[in-house]
């Protein structure tokens, strides 16, 4: 894409960017008798550059934003309906201001972030289950800005919860929460960190 951006007010600032954005995804899936397999992965990278008219090596620059990322899983299903999940990998982040002329304004990120996961879903009725399981984010972070790096480490442990209901024809509900488990967290003991509603249906 090619964009250009005019100020009708004073002090006229006027600058164009140019850019791409590219995304390749990869969804494998292999079911034998009660067990399923499935890897997926993704890569996403997009570039950015920021050009003001006239030049400023303050502003002019050019940003790059990169993110990847790999996961495998294995399910075993019961008769019943219910099934246990376990699965493990990875998001990798990638972020940096490049600036015309001036390194020392240069400035960036990268994020690891490694996952672990165990679900179990317990079939209530034909129609109606229950869900809840265990997280593990371990997290690790460098920064920089010119020639000053900052490296920083975390981890997180979070429980899983939720609610689903399958209509006819292939439709379902679902609500999801998530509940911090850090007990050396800044909230509470215990405390909801988010959640999501999701419709699916299919024709």
């Not at 090619?2 to 009708?8: T, V």
């Amino acid at each position: 894409w090619e964009l250009q951006y005019k100020d009708l007010k004073s002090p006229f600032t006027s600058y164009i960017t140019k850019g791409f954005q590219a995304e390749s995804t990869c969804d494998l899936r292999y079911t034998r008798s009660s067990w399923t397999y499935a890897f997926k992965g993704e890569a996403w990278q997009a570039q950015e550059s920021i050009d003001y008219e006239p030049a400023d090596p303050a502003q002019d620059r050019n940003v790059i934003k990169e993110r990847s990322s790999l996961s495998v899983s294995v399910r075993k299903k019961w008769l019943s309906g219910s099934y246990v999940r376990i699965g493990t990998g990875f998001v990798k982040a990638r972020g940096q201001n490049r600036f015309t002329n001036q390194p020392a304004l240069h400035n960036g990120y990268i994020v690891l972030d490694r996952i672990a996961y165990l679900y179990f879903y317990q079939a209530l009725s034909a129609r109606a289950g229950l869900d809840w399981g265990y997280v593990y984010d371990r997290q690790w972070q460098k920064t920089f800005t010119g020639p000053a790096i900052g490296m920083s480490a975390c981890s997180q442990n979070r429980g899983k919860f939720g609610w689903q209901y399958n209509f006819a024809n292939g439709a379902s509900f679902r609500v999801l929460g998530t509940v911090e488990l850090d007990p050396n967290q800044s909230e509470s003991y215990i405390s909801f960190d988010g959640g999501t509603i999701q419709f699916q249906t299919t024709f």
